[in-house]
């Protein structure tokens, strides 16, 4: 794990759209919902709502584009039809992304919340190389030539191909119009998908999805400053003592009495040694950053269990002079970082080479992002709270022949997917939340007069809030953005009947 820990690898993590943890290992053990001293838990953690399916596998070509290697795998996909009425009524497919897709089916309420209501059919597709679709089984990610075939194209392909399969195998669906929808790299996906497979799918919602996010199509630095402004608005002080943070650790850390310190303060599962203290400021960062994407308005569970507002919480115990010394201050951090690893209060240490879920495909979308999903990140320490580190192409694609044995293309993203020229496509939704770091690469603007081209910005949204279960704190925002998407999937549908 040590090789993630340079200062490289944050710029490496931050390209993880959802996850920017660093193992498959689950996050210390926080599952039991209990009371934890100064936040009290008021009510228990949300209950996961039940959802139903059938588990069904489809035998997909691992090549779609090559005709040397003919194997095939079985791709897993969820299918619920309780609600669905059969002849040709639609169909909403949600384009997995990376990882486990019975996860991103649990937490993605709204499809289940609106099934009923356009007696749809939910079918998820897993994306191949997480979860169970492993293209060569076990061996899928032992090298170079397995993963060779871990593509945002050869995904795109195998959903294209399941939904012609869905249509012909299903009794009643021959007709149906399918509607993509997906969150983040998923949602990239899906708008991708309406963009390249334009029969298959009659339109996209594509939540929180930054398509944008590559090489100078918007500035490296946006994404950390998005993160520090949620939390210079959640509280006095609180991004101007993260942002000092970073030199008291640095002064701290300087002898062997404060590395012990620190290891203690933060009750942290092995002794910090010197040579941790670069990754241990990585973890910081990604806390920070995860907490910025899951900032919702209600307790959830999503990459950690968390209180509403996870934000303002962190930040109380954040908000004082920005001249404390700093053990003080680092005491303030160590107790900000609790609210994230320690809601439940049943962490016994904190490990730093943990951040999130393990059902995330962590060390797949390193390499997806070390292939053709490369996005720049950056920080100045001046508009953001965290440590310059500029965007290094060069440092970045040696990192990734170190890893992978392959080199990034930078600019083939843009190629494959016509970067900022999107104005020809018709019927996608791109919808991003205000408080979500992705938003930076996302679709906030459109071109002029199309309206089957469709952004919505969630003022109080973080990332994809829309696609979650309603709930009774959800804003104003957030009720009223999912209302213009059902009537956008309803005008699709329509559409798709009259022309048939
Ligand atoms: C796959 O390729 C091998 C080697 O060329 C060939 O022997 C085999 O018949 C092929 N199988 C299929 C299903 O096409
Ligand atoms: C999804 O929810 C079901 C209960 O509905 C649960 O059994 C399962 O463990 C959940 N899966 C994940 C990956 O969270
Ligand atoms: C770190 O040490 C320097 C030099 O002693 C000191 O000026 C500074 O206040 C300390 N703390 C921070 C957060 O910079
Ligand atoms: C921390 O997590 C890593 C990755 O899952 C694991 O290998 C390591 O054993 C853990 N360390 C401790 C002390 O629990
Ligand atoms: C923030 O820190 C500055 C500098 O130490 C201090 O003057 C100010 O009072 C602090 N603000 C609050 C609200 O505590
Ligand atoms: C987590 O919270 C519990 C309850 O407050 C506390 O006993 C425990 O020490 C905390 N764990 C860590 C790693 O701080």
Redesign the pocket.
Known sequence: MSSWSGPLTLLLSSALLLLLTSSSHSAAALKAPHLLGRHRVTRSLPQ?????YTTLYLDQQIDHFGFLENGTFKQRYLLNDLHWHKDNSPILFYTGNEG?I??F??NTGFMWDIAEELGAMLVFAEHRYYGESLPFGDESYSNAKYLNYLTSEQALADFAVLIENLKKTYPGAQNSPVIAIGGSYGGMLSAWLRMKYPSAVVGALAASAPIWQFTDMVPCGDFYKIVTQDFAISGFNCSNNIRRSWMAINNVSSTDEGLQWLSEEFRLCSPLKEEDVSGFKGWLQETWVNLAMVDYPYEANFLQPLPRWPIKVVCSYLSFVTDVPDKELLHGISQAVNVYYNYTGNAECLNISLTATG?LGIRGWFYQSCTEMVMPMCTDGIQDMFEPQPWNFQAFSDECYDLFGVRPREHWADTVYGGKNICSHSNIIFSNGRLDPWMSGGVTRLCGVSDSLVAIVIPDGAHHLDLRYNNEYDPETVIRARAVEVQYFKKWIKQSTNTR
Do not use: E, G, H
């Not at 996961?48 to 139903?52: A, E, H, T």
């Open positions: 996961q709502r039940p959802v139903s486990d019975t996860w089916c649990n059902n």
